[in-house]
């Protein structure tokens, strides 16, 4: 548990100061709503994650099979939105 | 080259350039390692979320961030009336009710309908799964400490010294020692909760089963059972309660004999605890009487021990374990500090989620939102504004099933392990109604508490 929990720090860590230099050094423009939408989009997948793993443990595959269909929808459908108007207008790309 | 390689160098020609120039694979990357950290927090939810019943830590204060205390227990706030309750005969329960026995048993007790019903399903060509042979006997055999022993004895049973007391006295501890004391004494015996309650005289029966008056007498210094009476001294002014968890993985398997394993493992387990606490109790000086269902209701005394609510199977929801629960009390003359009594948003929920009146096989428990005082049955006990339930249809159908029932209890959504998802759930729903009818609608979308209906209990035999 202890290890995992450091393991979430370390990842979130890496996360945090990819993201910061990106921002730093220009490559990435986040405007402060940018933020917000990631952050929130960060804990929507954890919570996805969380919930069909606890209800695996629990023996309840149906309601991890749900929460795949329903939140894991939601969350795919923020991603995509995420990345089309915010990220895709940003990403250069050789088309 | 590469789609890659080509918006690599795109980004590296520009590097002036206002805006992102964040290329797809940093992209991926960083979704990558944000994925990697929902992933751990993910496991981290899944090795964290060891149903509660596989030993967590018991007989501490149940009051946590979704209870809160209060003066008044909910049978006075939300619903209304029970003042007017008078002390209940246990003879007119439904277990032991002749006008009963007469309408639908053909005036012999219940069991023995209930036996002919066993019998005609295990001699069938193929016994439905659940009532087969070692189901129907794991059931029976599950209640032998219930059965066969003299736990609930008003006298002592030899397993406390009482002679020590001679030389060294009672124990004579304050009223908040003590009610740590029996609540870490349960804790060694088993999980569940504890919690202490002042009698109250009015949920204790009038007259036990067999028609012996139960008395509070300021004439006795011991409890004493006599043919004419059943005497209680009214120096016995603490009530000490008890939760005792059913076992967990059979619950889906409601209302199948297997799932009746669970039951008698509860009652036994009742007696077990009932008679260890009270015999502790005559060891440190005390009077102690041990009691399972008989002499008082259990569900009002736990709800004055602060261990739930009344639901509207008219049954004690727990906070921590739901309503897959037993209940034993040990009434004793220690001076014990009593608990309050708790408030968690069960009655509320109970108003929107009718899951175990949609999943009650005689249709006993009401589907009205509101509480009234419309009784049901006979056996009820009239005079409060709740939500009765028709106990009469209700062990009919025991009869019928050839096995008991407890179906509202395996379905209540309260039921879930201590798990976030459940506790941010049931914690939201303490707080406000708002949410209520959404969440019972997901327990059903996410197929919670499923019954012998969707569940076959060969599966758990061959787990």
């Known amino acids: 548990m202890a290890l995992l929990m450091w393991l979430v ?87 | 080259m590469s789609i890659q390689d080509r918006g690599d160098k795109m980004a590296e020609k520009q590097p002036d350039k206002k805006g992102l120039t964040l290329s797809r694979r940093d992209f991926l990357k960083s979704t990558g390692i944000a994925g990697l950290t929902a992933g751990a927090v993910g496991a981290s ?101 219930y059965k066969t022993t003299n736990f609930f004895s008003w006298e002592p049973i030899g397993a406390a010294n009482l002679k020590r007391l001679e030389v060294v006295g009672k124990w004579e501890g304050t009223p908040e020692e003590n009610n740590k004391i029996v609540k870490k004494a349960a804790q060694m015996w088993g999980p569940g909760e504890t919690g202490v309650a002042e009698v109250n005289e009015q949920w204790f029966y009038s007259h036990e089963a067999n028609g012996t008056p139960i008395i509070f007498s300021d004439k006795h210094d011991k409890p004493v059972q006599t043919k004419e009476a059943w005497y209680i001294p009214k120096t016995m002014k603490s009530l000490i309660v008890m939760v005792i968890p059913m076992y967990e993985p059979v619950r889906k398997y409601v209302p199948s004999a297997l799932a009746g394993g669970a039951v008698g493992t509860g009652y036994s387990l009742m007696a077990e605890k009932a008679s260890k606490m ?33 639901g509207r199977h008219g049954l004690l929801v727990n906070p921590k374990w739901g309503s897959w629960i037993r209940i034993s009390k040990v009434l004793t003359d220690m001076p014990i500090a009593p608990d309050k009594p708790i408030d968690f948003g069960v009655a509320e929920f109970c108003r929107t989620c009718m899951k175990c009146a949609e999943n009650c ?50 379905i209540c959504p309260y039921n879930k392990p201590h798990t976030w998802i459940h506790d941010v759930v049931k914690g939201i729903s303490a707080k406000t109604t708002v949410f209520n009818s959404t969440f019972a609608a997901l327990d059903d979308i996410l197929g919670y508490g499923g019954t012998v209906d969707e569940n076959n209990p060969e599966e758990w035999w061959k787990s």
């Open chain 2, 361 to 410: 096989p005689s249709e006993s428990i009401s589907f009205d939102k509101d509480p009234s005082y419309e009784i049901k049955c006979p056996s009820n006990n009239p005079g409060m504004k709740k939500w009765y339930v028709d106990t009469w249809s209700c062990l009919t159908f025991w009869t019928e099933n050839g096995a008991g029932c407890t179906n509202c209890q395996g």
């Open chain 2, 45 to 145: 939810s899944f090795i964290n979320s060891k149903p509660a019943f596989a030993g967590e830590k018991t007989g501490q204060p149940i009051v946590d961030f979704t209870v809160k205390e209060v003066d008044q227990p909910k049978y006075k706030t939300f619903f209304e009336g029970s003042e007017n309750l008078k002390r209940f005969h246990q003879a007119n329960e439904a277990f032991k009710n002749k006008d009963l026995a007469k309408k639908n048993f053909d005036g012999k007790p219940w069991f023995v309908k209930y036996e002919e019903t066993v019998m005609q399903k295990l001699t069938m060509d193929k016994p439905p799964a659940g009532y087969t042979l070692i189901d129907q006997t794991l059931a029976n055999v599950s209640w032998t400490s």
């Open chain 2, 278 to 310: 009270a015999e502790f109790l005559r060891g440190l000086g005390y009077n102690a009487i041990p009691m399972g269902n008989e002499i008082g209701l259990s569900v009002p005394m736990a709800i004055d021990a602060g261990l739930g609510e009344l």
């Open chain 1, 9 to 95: 720090g370390l990842f979130t860590g890496i996360a945090g100061v990819k993201i910061y230099g990106w921002v730093k050094e220009g490559k990435l423009e986040c405007q402060w709503y940018h933020w917000i939408i990631g952050v929130l989009w960060y804990l929507l997948g954890m919570f996805v994650i969380g919930f069909v793993g606890v209800s695996f443990a629990e023996g309840e595959p149906q309601a991890a099979g749900m929460a795949i269909l329903i939140f894991g929808g939601v969350f795919l459908v923020v991603t995509v939105l995420l990345y089309r108007f915010v990220f895709a207008k940003q990403i250069k790309t050789a088309a």
